[in-house]
Nanobody, 124 residues
Framework: QVQLVESGGGLVQAGGSLSLSCAAS????????VGWFRQAPGKEREFVAA????????NYADSVKGRFTISRDNAKSMVALQMNSLSPEDTGVYYC?????????????????WGQGTRVTVSS
């Protein structure tokens, strides 16, 4: 059973950058597809980015393509989300997720491991 702990959230001005990290423990990290979801105030939780367990496939929401980059380090059991050109629409709580094997899915229900979330606030 893998546990996920996010870090790196905070307050940033529009146009700025922020890097989120997620540390995994309790499982063989290289067997898990991992990703990020976010939930803005008053909105449904939405997919942001994901990478397959092999790291060979990545998937991004259209709203973040070209601005966000997901990466994983299996040796350190970590996944990162580099966020550039941030806008106020990127504000929300960002959750790290994982599922055993599989592809870089956009579907929430496929992920059965979730972190507690880290808050990102982008000011205009």
């Amino acid at each position: 059973q893998v546990q996920l702990v996010e870090s790196g959230g905070g307050l940033v001005q529009a146009g700025g950058s922020l890097s989120l990290s997620c540390a995994a423990s309790g499982g063989t990290f290289s067997r898990y597809a991992v990703g990020w979801f976010r939930q803005a105030p008053g909105k449904e939780r939405e997919f942001v980015a994901a990478t397959s367990y092999s790291g060979g496939t990545t998937n991004y929401a259209d709203s973040v393509k070209g601005r966000f980059t997901i990466s994983r380090d299996n040796a350190k059991s970590m996944v990162a989300l580099q966020m550039n050109s941030l806008s106020p629409e990127d504000t929300g709580v960002y959750y790290c997720v994982a599922k055993l094997f599989g592809l870089a899915s956009q579907t929430q229900l496929q992920y059965n491991h979730w972190g507690q979330g880290t808050r990102v606030t982008v000011s205009s």
